[in-house]
T-cell receptor
Framework: SQTIHQWPATLVQPVGSPLSLECTVE??????LYWYRQAAGRGLQLLFY??????ISSEVPQNLSASRPQDRQFILSSKKLLLSDSGFYLC???????????FGEGSRLTVL | KQEVTQIPAALSVPEGENLVLNCSFT??????LQWFRQDPGKGLTSLLL?????REQTSGRLNASLDKSSGRSTLYIAASQPGDSATYLC???????????FGKGTHLIIQP
């Protein structure tokens, strides 16, 4: 069966510090991969998606970036965090046949 | 641009009641619709996926219906239990790799 792992679960970082959130998927190959952000009181916002290694599409211009160095690995990064980057970050994957989306457990980021 | 609306935003009912959560979307050209459950501080759990050619899907006490032409879906929960308390999110996709468009969710509380 397929599983998705996301870490770290919780992160407290000062403004201006770098960020790296990692996500890996097991039990499937060539998935579509996604990073979403969920801010308090707001819906889920799609940040990045990837259909293959090295292929990244950005939905929202910001100081975040994403990379896919391996088929089942997706990384969300920032060189310098802003207060507005605080939120709950969710990684997800979907198979190409049905498009059903499966989420990781999320990473809670607090920027102080 | 696709927009998804969920009504009500919050709902509190006594244990044992049957209930209906509503979801509407503005663009009927969807590929599939998915219902999720989110517990506080956790990721999203997929409950039901309805392909655009289907009219309903069932899983245990849950039944989701889809009316593409009117841009509506409902999630029916039978014999509600306190463990059903969570936020329920509806999301649709147009079939591209750019993921789902989410509603803001219905926060459900089942009173023991």
């Amino acid at each position: 069966s397929q599983t998705i792992h996301q870490w770290p679960a919780t992160l407290v970082q000062p403004v201006g510090s770098p960020l790296s959130l990692e996500c890996t998927v097991e039990g499937t190959s060539n998935p579509n991969l996604y990073w979403y952000r969920q801010a308090a009181g707001r819906g889920l916002q799609l940040l990045f998606y990837s259909v293959g290694i090295g292929q990244i599409s950005s939905e929202v211009p910001q100081n975040l970036s994403a990379s896919r160095p391996q088929d089942r690995q997706f990384i969300l990064s920032s060189k310098k965090l802003l207060l507005s980057d605080s939120g709950f970050y969710l990684c997800a994957w979907s198979g190409r046949r049905t498009g059903e989306l499966f989420f990781g457990e999320g990473s809670r980021l607090t920027v102080l | 641009k696709q927009e998804v609306t969920q009504i009500p935003a919050a709902l509190s009912v006594p244990e044992g009641e049957n209930l209906v959560l509503n979801c509407s979307f503005t663009d009927s050209a969807i590929y599939n619709l998915q219902w999720f459950r989110q517990d506080p501080g956790k990721g999203l759990t997929s409950l039901l996926l309805i392909q655009s050619s289907q009219r309903e899907q069932t899983s245990g006490r849950l039944n989701a219906s889809l009316d593409k032409s009117s841009g509506r879906s409902t999630l029916y929960i039978a014999a509600s239990q306190p463990g059903d308390s969570a936020t329920y999110l509806c999301a649709v996709t147009g079939g591209g790799a750019d993921g789902l468009t989410f509603g803001k969710g219905t926060h459900l509380i089942i009173q023991p």
